[in-house]
């Protein structure tokens, strides 16, 4: 009866505010829709950045294997329209599209970079959280089939990204930092082979501390987290989805941080580092965050190693 009634309802509306209606009235499918579109949005802001790059052939200065983009978007093998579209997307004015224009940082820089790092979390992080609020649209779907009240999966989705964009703007600050440490360049990638070295170690060591485990375990089961503290106000689901929120920080933060020490617009890191979290939450062991730890360490001890033998005084 009460399906009869929505359609009723929705099939007076025009077509394409009924498909609409249809899509928000089913908590599943409104919550692939928004994930789905943030994430493309947040790919979008992050190669249209690193195109003006490799506009002018220095993609490869972003960090290890960015080399790909520069070979891609080289000028001799893109055609006309594809020059015609960067040239669009570069702003008057500023080095690259969404880059600070100077060494030397103002509180514009700064928004800038802020902006870069939300465009990140959409891209990198809110993929990672689709386990979680997709389980969440699946017990809301259930409770509507039954003619309960449920509050959008979009609120849940609002209270995981009010604390990721609360952790852009930390990031943000940690980036200026840097650079004024001139431990970044301007192209906001690593110039030091001991600070890229204990962001690696710092990294790995995480993956095997108890907070760490904690928040992964959590993060791997979303169920009885909900079935245990479900409520049905929007207030109630939007300090769910900050809990949801602060156990993801707690579980990914030192892997977001490794991004300093491959170059913070490294986008085959970026995608490699979220493709890592995804199957951190997705599958109910830690011995894959232990693995993932044991190969930062190694790749950390590695780097300092090379750094320390590259300036060990050496006989002429």
């Known amino acids: 009866m009460t399906e009869s009634i929505r359609r009723d309802r929705f099939d007076a509306l025009p077509p394409a505010a009924a498909r609409l209606g249809r899509v928000f009235a089913r908590p599943r499918r409104l919550a692939v829709a928004a994930i789905v579109v943030l994430a493309v949005l947040g790919w979008a802001y992050m190669l249209i950045m690193v195109a003006g790059m490799a506009e002018s052939g220095e993609a490869t200065t972003l960090g290890p294997g960015m080399a790909l983009f520069d070979r891609l978007l080289n000028p001799a093998t893109r055609d006309e329209l594809g020059r015609a579209l960067l040239a669009s997307l570069c702003q008057p004015g500023m080095s690259h599209f969404g880059m600070p224009g100077a060494a030397v940082w103002g509180l514009g820089d700064f928004a800038l970079v802020v902006l870069m790092w939300g465009a990140m979390v959409f891209a990198m992080m809110l993929p990672t959280a689709a386990p979680m609020i997709l389980t969440y649209a699946e017990i809301a779907d259930t ?174």
Request: with cysteine.
């Open 143 to 316: 409770a509507a089939a039954k003619g309960q009240p449920v509050v959008s999966p979009l609120v849940i989705a609002a209270g995981y990204l009010a604390v990721w964009m609360l952790a852009a703007l930390t990031l943000g600050l940690a980036q200026w930092g840097l650079t004024a440490a001139a431990l970044l360049d301007p192209a906001m990638a690593s110039v030091s082979g001991l600070f890229s070295g204990a962001v690696f170690l710092l990294a790995g060591a995480y993956q095997f501390t108890s907070l760490k485990y904690a928040c992964v375990t959590a993060c791997q089961r979303p169920f009885p987290f909900f079935l245990a503290r479900w409520t049905t106000t929007r207030g109630g689901v939007f300090r769910l989805g900050v809990r949801q929120g602060l156990l993801c920080l707690g579980c990914c933060w030192a892997l977001m941080a490794v991004m300093f020490a491959v170059g913070v617009m490294n986008l085959v890191w970026m995608a490699g580092l979220g493709v890592v979290m995804l199957i951190e939450k997705v599958v109910e062991t830690t011995r894959f965050s232990r693995a993932i730890g044991a190969v930062l360490i190694a790749a950390g001890v590695a780097i300092v190693g090379t750094e320390v033998w590259s300036h060990w005084p050496r006989a002429a």
